[in-house]
T-cell receptor
Framework: KQEVTQIPAALSVPEGENLVLNCSFT??????LQWFRQDPGKGLTSLLL?????REQTSGRLNASLDKSSGRSTLYIAASQPGDSATYLC?????????????FGTGTLLAVQP | KAGVTQTPRYLIKTRGQQVTLSCSPI?????VSWYQQTPGQGLQFLFE???????NKGNFPGRFSGRQFSNSRSEMNVSTLELGDSALYLC????????????FGPGTRLLVL
């Protein structure tokens, strides 16, 4: 059974700092991994999607890497800003057959202090 | 393009009642998935519909059901509500095949008293 874990559960950093969020999964048979952010009481905003054949994806100040063999992904945020404060969730597309089912981690609550 | 919309946004029900939530996907998207988010269990997959057919189902009791219409809009129904059904219900849409970015709606917050 696929399980997804995110460390740390919470993180507080001063503005301008670079930071790394971690995501690990137990079954390497995934077809993709997606990073989302969620603001309080809101839905999820997709940040980056990495296909199983890819090693990393970049969007602006965000860079996500994927190492399937070790069951790990990292989300790197450069020059953090207070507007980056949110909960960050990783999710893996896993399981056989045609499906868009995602299995989510528990999230990392990020606070960027001005 | 308009994003994923969900109605209603907030709902208060009492135990034993039933509830129907609606999700309209992004235009052209044929896959709709539903998730339940609670503080204790996090985000859990409920089910996925594609072209009016349930393509996958999570580990939830039969009180949770759904359907998809020919215009790809989807509804989920929860019968005989329990206090533990209080949650944020999120739907996500994608064009249809697998391995694609999924786009989430703002969610429906359900409170069961």
């Amino acid at each position: 059974k696929q399980e997804v874990t995110q460390i740390p559960a919470a993180l507080s950093v001063p503005e301008g700092e670079n930071l790394v969020l971690n995501c690990s999964f137990t079954d390497s048979a995934i077809y993709n991994l997606q990073w989302f952010r969620q603001d309080p009481g809101k839905g999820l905003t997709s940040l980056l999607l990495i296909q199983s054949s890819q090693r990393e994806q970049t969007s602006g100040r965000l860079n996500a890497s994927l190492d399937k063999s070790s069951g790990r992904s990292t989300l790197y945020i450069a020059a953090s800003q207070p507007g980056d404060s949110a909960t960050y969730l990783c999710a893996v597309g896993s399981g056989g057959g045609a499906t868009n089912k995602l299995i989510f981690g528990t999230g990392t609550l990020l606070a960027v202090q001005p | 393009k308009a994003g994923v919309t969900q109605t209603p946004r907030y709902l208060i029900k009492t135990r034993g009642q039933q509830v129907t939530l609606s999700c309209s996907p992004i235009s052209g998207h044929r896959s709709v998935s539903w998730y339940q988010q609670t503080p204790g269990q996090g985000l859990q997959f409920l089910f996925e519909y594609f072209s009016e057919t349930q393509r996958n189902k999570g580990n939830f009791p039969g009180r949770f059901s759904g359907r998809q219409f020919s215009n790809s809009r989807s509804e989920m129904n929860v019968s005989t509500l329990e206090l533990g059904d209080s949650a944020l219900y999120l739907c996500a849409s994608s064009p249809g095949t697998t391995q694609e970015t999924q786009y989430f709606g703002p969610g429906t917050r359900l409170l069961v008293l």
